[in-house]
Structures are given as C-alpha cells and as structure tokens.
C-alpha cells in the first residue's frame, strides 16, 4: 500500500475497500451528521472514502433525500454553502 504527500494513510486504506464497503461507511458518516458531526467533515470525509466527489455525491444522495439535502444546504453560508451544494446538490 503507497501513499504520497498528497494522501493519507486513510485515503489508501479506502482504496483497498470495495464499493459496498464505501457506502456502509458513509452511512455511517450521514448518521453522524444527524448527531451533530459539522457538515464540511461529512463532505470532506465521504470525498475521501469514496476516492472522488462525483462517487461522494451519488452515496449522499443515496443516503439523504432531496428535502434533507436542501436544508442542509439552506442551514450554510459564504464557501460552506458552495462546498454544500457541490457535494449534496
């Protein structure tokens, strides 16, 4: 397993998962969010897990209907709420 300057030692272990294995994760990782678990570290972290932001958005979505997206959303402002829109819209 090889990780650069620009990668984690996280970031290499999610590669080594399989597709399921990135959305249970990140099921969990919306969980946290409902708890309380700041929006940016949800993105953030499903961007990570799921090895890109286009994979990221498609297992938010599937965990995050619509109407919970655009609230989310609503809730942030300045480069928060771009960050939010890009990753749950």
Known sequence: M???SHNDLG???FRTWS???HREEIGKLVK???KGVPLGVLCKMAETIAGSRDKAKEHL???MPLKERRRAVAKETGGMRQ???EFLL
């Open 32 to 34: 946290g969010y409902r």
């Open 11 to 13: 970031a290499a272990v």
């Open 2 to 4: 090889e990780f650069s």
């Open 61 to 63: 979505a599937h965990f």
């Open 19 to 21: 597709e399921e294995q």
């Open 83 to 85: 960050l939010a829109e």
